[in-house]
């Protein structure tokens, strides 16, 4: 079985990168891979302290962390918060990139396939904070796809059911989960 992740950095249960984190495992879903949806806000992780970490990685994060490293791919919706990544996925990939001393969990992101995506209700759709989460999931080892989704406008983007009103947007993250979802499914295959 090949796994992708659906997640957003957002914790707001209206949100915006989570409608389209969902859009995208929808289509995904098409693709032969079976999608996983979490919700970080589920999670309550905590913010990373070197001194909390040395008293044992949180249970939460090791939950977390193992879902990841039992998956092949990840997409990923983040807001774009003053120009980059969000605070809370931020916090959450700093957990996620340490080993864990409290149970053996291989790496959440090496090697994985991740999709990014960002909604936003500018007219930017959150492209900038894109590059930011690239790079950092890039040092981590992570297989970066090479389309990504800025969404913008999104407050008017998705109909009562969920679904992207624009083709053209509706293109786009097909194309993204297609393509994460083939890379997945190749690297599973070994
Ligand atoms: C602290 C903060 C900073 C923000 N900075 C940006 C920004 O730089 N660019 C942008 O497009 N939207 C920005 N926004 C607006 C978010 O895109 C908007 O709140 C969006 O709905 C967040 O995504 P969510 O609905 O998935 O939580 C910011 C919002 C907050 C709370």
Redesign the pocket.
Known sequence: MTTLIAL?G?L?E?????RLVQAAGLAAEQHGVTVQYLDLADFNIPLFSEDLEAEGTPASVNDLKALFANSQGILL?S?????SISGVLKNAIDWLSRPSNTSDIGSAFHSKVVGLMA????G???I??LSHTRDILFNLGAIISPSQVALPN?YAAFDEQGQLIDETAAQRVQQLAQEVSRLALAINAG
Request: aromatic fraction near 4%; glycine fraction near 20%.
């Open positions: 957003a957002s707001k209206q949100s915006l990168n989570k919706a807001p774009e918060y003053n120009g909604a936003s209700p500018g930017l759709g959150g900038r904070g999104a």
